[in-house]
């Protein structure tokens, strides 16, 4: 059975960069190996004949065909309403810095 130790509790907050109290070393250290525990269980059953599960609903293929809809006006006539334009496209303020 899997049982993390302190140190091992210390590296993998080294590694994710978090500082711990040495209360949350203890508390981690039990539910971390609570859950190795539980997935060392899940390894052990025997799943040799079993199909995969992709998906549960039974739909396939539930998306739309793409078609274009001519709303009869014209990309060039609908920036003639914005503030600002640049090469036929909006022009806005840097939102990265």
Known sequence: ????????????ARLARISLTDEEV????EELSAILQYVEQLSAVDVTGLEPTNQVTGLTNVMRKDEVIDYGYEPAKLLENVPAVQDSHLKVKRMLT
């Open 1 to 12: 059975m899997a049982k993390l130790s302190r140190e091992d509790v210390l590296k993998l």
């Open 26 to 29: 203890e508390k981690y250290a």
